[in-house]
């Protein structure tokens, strides 16, 4: 039977929903989760109604759901909580196949996965590990000498799904400084840094000081013959102005390591090209 935890409350232990019709996969899920994350209460929904209720009551910060109830349909209970002024950090929308416009749905819906079944557990395990790293702080160096572009960066980051704490730096002395008296997480800089020898001769400077951190060059130019030229220098990532949070995360699954959700792949390969490119 489903575990309601009437009495739980959205201040209480942080919690993981689990809403389908089929008892059998809703358990199967709550051992990945349990194996993965002790701590997290776990509560299941078998109906659209109680996926939406249970969703305003313990603000889970992880939820799969089902696209499928006897009652309504998972997006319908999405809708539902959405509009009434919730939206889970980590939602992932299960289903049996994939369907026309599934990315448009997945986006209005505030999606972080979709995962098709039958289920892959080596596919959810990721997604566990990925999401875990995404709720801790990531610090990130910010390095632009433009006081105009680092505020759009700075924009752009605090929509970001990852917790970034960044420090923002205008020269290459103190940035290069902060990175030898801190370890950061990764290292965001302009290629056109004014002083010095630029952003190329800062990154390598800091991959000196601190070679555990990631390099990421932000360009306006020709990302991809950027990506290849700094290859050698031990750049990770290249990415392309314009842009967006979107694309942001996308390096930052690569740079730390972590799966990287098929809906993201989806979304950035269906957008016009934003040149941002891997140097390895």
């Not at 319908?76 to 992932?92: D, M, N, S, T, W």
Request: proline residues 6%; neutral net charge.
């Amino acid at each position: 039977m489903p575990v309601s935890h009437s009495d739980a409350r959205a201040s209480g232990p942080a919690s993981a929903l689990v809403a389908d019709r089929d008892p059998a996969l809703r358990g199967r899920l709550a051992e990945l989760i349990r194996a993965h994350d002790p701590s997290l209460v776990i509560i299941e929904a078998e109906t659209s109604r109680d996926t939406c209720e249970l969703c305003l009551l313990h603000r889970p910060v992880l939820a799969f759901v089902g696209l499928q109830f006897e009652d309504a349909t998972g997006p319908e209970a999405v809708a539902r909580f959405k509009a009434q002024g919730y939206v889970v950090p980590c939602l992932i929308l299960v289903a049996s196949q994939i369907f026309p416009r599934w990315t448009e749905v997945a986006q209005h819906l505030d999606a972080h996965e979709f995962l098709r079944l039958p289920l892959d557990e080596g596919h959810v395990a990721g997604l566990l590990q990925a999401h875990a790293r995404r709720r801790q702080p990531t610090r990130l160096l910010l390095v632009d000498s433009a006081p105009q572009s680092r505020a759009l960066v700075r924009r752009i980051l605090a929509t970001s799904g990852f917790r970034l704490a960044v420090d923002e730096i205008e020269s290459a002395p103190h940035a290069l400084k902060l990175a030898r008296q801190a370890a950061c997480d990764v290292a965001l800089i302009d290629l056109g840094l004014r002083g010095g020898g630029g952003g190329l001769e800062l990154a390598c400077q800091i991959r000196e000081v601190a070679p555990e951190t990631p390099l990421v060059l932000m360009t306006g130019g020709d990302a991809a013959t950027m990506a290849h030229a700094s290859r050698h220098f031990g750049i990770d990532y290249v990415l392309r102005k314009p842009f967006f949070a979107r694309d942001v995360d996308r390096v930052l699954y690569h740079v730390l390591d972590l799966r990287r959700p098929y809906l993201l792949n989806a979304i950035t390969e269906a957008l016009p090209a934003q040149a941002s490119s891997r140097t390895a």
